[in-house]
Every structure is written in C-alpha cells, then in structure tokens.
C-alpha cells in the first residue's frame, strides 16, 4: 500500500518536466528566431543608413543645402526599410558645404518578436543603425600634384580668396640660393610627401616619396582620401626632400588642359622638426620647414610649365639660378577647404566624390 502511494503522489512530476522543457524550449526559438529577426532587421537598416548617408552627401555636394540632403536622406531610407525614422538629427561636424565634409545619419525602425512574449519579453522591439560618408574633390579624376601653393604668396592670384574662377593665375616655385623663409629654400622646393598625410606636427618624418609615386599621383591620383577635417584645417603633411624640378616639368605639362588639385599651404602654421611654428620671413627665427600646414586644394587648369628665361618673365621673378626656376601657367577653376578624395574607395561625380567611412 505505502508503494502505491507514493507512485501516485509523483504522478504529477512529468508534466513539470514538461512544462519547463517547454519554457526552454521556447526561449531557445525566442533567442534563436527573434535574434535573427532584429540581426536581419538591423543589417536592413545598416543598408538603409549607409544609402542614407550617401544620399546626403551627394545632395551637399551640389549644393542642396542642409534641409536638401535631410530630405534625400529620409528618402532613400524610406526606399530601403519601409518604416525607417530618425533616431536622432544627422549630424554634419564641418556643414553641409560643397567643397567638402561629412555626415553620420542615425535611422531606426522596429521588429516584432515571434517567441519573445511567450517568455515575457515585450515586442515589438526597437531597432537603431548608423553611418558615415565623406564627400569632396574626386582627386582620382583630377589628379593630385604633390607641389604646394603657399597661401598669398606665391601666386598673382592670392589664394584662396582673391580670385575668380577663370582668372590666369601663375605660380613659381625656386630651389634657388636664399636660405630663409622669405623663398623657398633648398631642402624644401615646394614637395609635399602625400604618404604622411594628417599625421601629428610633432611627429619625425620618415623617408621620402620616390620620384616614381610623384608621377603616378599627378597622372592617376592619389590611392587614399586626403579629406580636411575640419574644413580648412590645417592637416599637416611632411615636406618632401631632393629636386624633381625635371620629373615635374615633364608630369604636370603632359596635363595641359587637364584640371589638377594642389595643396594649398598656410605659412603662418607651417612648422620645424618638433612641431614648432616655422614661419615665412624669419618671424620664428631661422628655421627649416619640416612639415606643411594644408589648408585646402587649388583646382588648377595647367596652361604650361615654364623653366628657365620663359620663367623670369612669365612669373615676372629675377632667380639667382635659371635652372632653378619653375613657373606654372594656370587657370584658377576652385578652391576645395574638405580635401580631396583619391582612388582608395568611393563613386566620382565629375570633380567631386562620395565615399562611406563608418
């Protein structure tokens, strides 16, 4: 008798088991199901931000303004995921200007769980993505040349400020026998190493570009993005050493007609080894540019590179060496404070392009 009471006081004990075999069971199809419903819903939005962002810098590339590339942005989104919001405003650290920037949107949307209330979690649940896009010069069109304009000094057309698009501008650059920051001096030539681009001022330098990658970034352009941030700086970049006066003669007038991007160079926040200001016509003392303060790219239509007597009058500059002596004839077409974006990613509009980075 005492054994077959106690079988029937245990008769309930497998429906317990059940009952939380079945808890379990049904919170491993929550974790698994729902978890891949809000992974997949996120990469939706992942997508929808990335084509977001995209969409607001191009509209700020052409000049739509803020609320222009707003609206592009909600609308593509939208396209993307068909309830798609704002989380929070997209946000535009140097503007929505055309010359350059960039912009983080933030889109969300939600997903209703399948399991999840079984198990007492609450649905559906919200779903948050973001992204970030650049946008500037297209330095893959428009090749970069690695030689810099000192900002109102070199130039009869005073950059950036003091010119129209369309005006002749010409500039020269003279390796020749002063040895102060009132000209160029020997060791700096104009040449800016593009491989140290945005690295602290403070920072050693490392060897310089070889003569072979100096054609190749006037010719193709620079393989990387060489944004300002913010616009109109200065990013600091290593000037480049040793004479390639032939090497660029030949380079830059094989693209007559051709626009090209040069780095405009602030002398006022150029700096000598150590990071210290370096500053035209001995303002810091005697000193020797170690790195160039950039501030943003001309946009030159190369007329003709001129050497030697043609240069002195071209250029109107008596040079202590002739040979020495480079004058660049140019069309000024524009001035980009965002940089320029090379051939390391992003899609090229004429002279300006667009690129995800986050």
Same mark, same amino acid.
């Given at each position: 008798?005492?054994?077959?009471?106690?079988?029937?006081?245990?008769?309930?004990?497998?429906?317990?088991?059940?009952?939380?075999?079945?808890?379990?069971?049904?919170?491993?199809?929550? %974790?698994?199901?729902?978890?891949? %419903?809000?992974?997949?819903?996120?990469?939706?939005?992942?997508?929808?931000?990335?084509?977001?962002?995209?969409?607001?810098?191009?509209? @700020?590339?052409?000049?739509?303004?803020?609320?222009?590339?707003?609206?592009?942005?909600?609308?593509?989104?939208?396209?993307?995921?068909?309830?798609?919001?704002?989380?929070?405003?997209?946000?535009?650290?140097?503007?929505?200007?055309?010359? *350059?920037?960039?912009?983080?949107?933030?889109?969300?949307?939600?997903? !209703?769980? %399948?399991?999840?209330?079984?198990?007492?979690?609450?649905?559906?649940?919200?779903?948050?993505?973001?992204?970030?896009?650049?946008? *500037?010069?297209?330095?893959?069109?428009?090749?970069?040349?690695?030689l810099m304009l000192a900002?109102?000094?070199?130039?009869?057309?005073?950059?950036? &400020?003091?010119?129209?698009?369309?005006?002749? @501008?010409?500039?020269?650059?003279?390796?020749?026998?002063?040895?102060?920051?009132?000209?160029?001096?020997?060791?700096?030539? *104009?040449?800016?190493?593009?491989?140290?681009?945005?690295?602290?001022?403070?920072?050693? @330098?490392?060897?310089?570009?070889?003569?072979?990658?100096?054609?190749?970034w006037i010719y193709d352009?620079?393989?990387?993005?060489?944004?300002?941030?913010?616009?109109? *700086?200065?990013?600091?970049?290593?000037?480049?050493?040793?004479?390639?006066?032939?090497? %660029?003669?030949?380079?830059?007038?094989?693209?007559?007609?051709?626009?090209?991007? &040069?780095?405009?160079?602030?002398?006022?926040?150029?700096?000598?080894?150590?990071?210290?200001?370096?500053?035209?016509?001995?303002?810091?003392?005697?000193?020797?540019?170690?790195?160039?303060?950039?501030?943003? /790219?001309?946009?030159?239509?190369?007329?003709? !590179?001129?050497?030697?007597?043609?240069?002195?009058?071209?250029?109107?500059?008596?040079?202590?060496?002739?040979?020495?002596?480079?004058?660049?004839?140019?069309?000024?077409?524009? /001035?980009?404070?965002?940089?320029?974006?090379?051939?390391?990613?992003?899609?090229?509009?004429?002279? /300006?392009?667009?690129?995800?980075?986050?």
């Amino acid at each position: 008798m005492r054994v077959t009471s106690r079988l029937r006081g245990e008769s309930g004990a497998t429906a317990v088991i059940v009952a939380i075999m079945l808890l379990v069971l049904v919170g491993m199809l929550a %974790l698994a199901v729902d978890g891949g %419903l809000l992974w997949t819903k996120f990469r939706r939005l992942r997508s929808a931000n990335d084509a977001a962002a995209l969409a607001a810098a191009y509209s @700020c590339a052409k000049g739509e303004g803020l609320a222009g590339a707003d609206a592009k942005a909600g609308e593509v989104a939208l396209a993307n995921v068909t309830d798609a919001s704002p989380t929070q405003p997209s946000e535009y650290p140097m503007g929505c200007e055309v010359n *350059g920037g960039e912009v983080t949107t933030h889109f969300g949307g939600e997903q !209703v769980l %399948l399991f999840g209330p079984a198990v007492g979690v609450s649905s559906p649940k919200p779903v948050a993505a973001a992204a970030t896009a650049i946008w *500037g010069g297209a330095g893959g069109a428009s090749n970069v040349v690695p030689l810099m304009l000192a900002m109102n000094r070199l130039s009869t057309c005073g950059i950036p &400020f003091k010119v129209a698009p369309g005006d002749p @501008c010409f500039f020269w650059w003279d390796n020749g026998t002063r040895n102060d920051q009132s000209e160029l001096t020997n060791a700096e030539w *104009g040449l800016v190493d593009l491989n140290t681009w945005d690295t602290p001022p403070e920072d050693s @330098c490392p060897g310089n570009a070889s003569q072979g990658e100096v054609s190749d970034w006037i010719y193709d352009g620079f393989p990387g993005t060489l944004m300002i941030v913010p616009a109109g *700086g200065p990013v600091y970049v290593c000037r480049g050493a040793g004479f390639q006066g032939g090497a %660029l003669n030949n380079d830059i007038t094989a693209q007559r007609g051709e626009l090209l991007f &040069f780095p405009v160079n602030d002398p006022y926040q150029q700096v000598q080894a150590g990071g210290s200001l370096c500053g035209p016509d001995l303002l810091n003392g005697p000193c020797t540019v170690y790195r160039y303060a950039i501030v943003g /790219f001309a946009v030159l239509e190369v007329v003709n !590179v001129w050497t030697g007597q043609d240069a002195q009058t071209m250029c109107n500059h008596t040079a202590g060496n002739n040979g020495s002596l480079r004058c660049l004839e140019a069309v000024w077409r524009d /001035f980009q404070p965002g940089g320029v974006m090379g051939l390391g990613g992003g899609q090229n509009f004429g002279l /300006f392009a667009v690129a995800l980075t986050g």
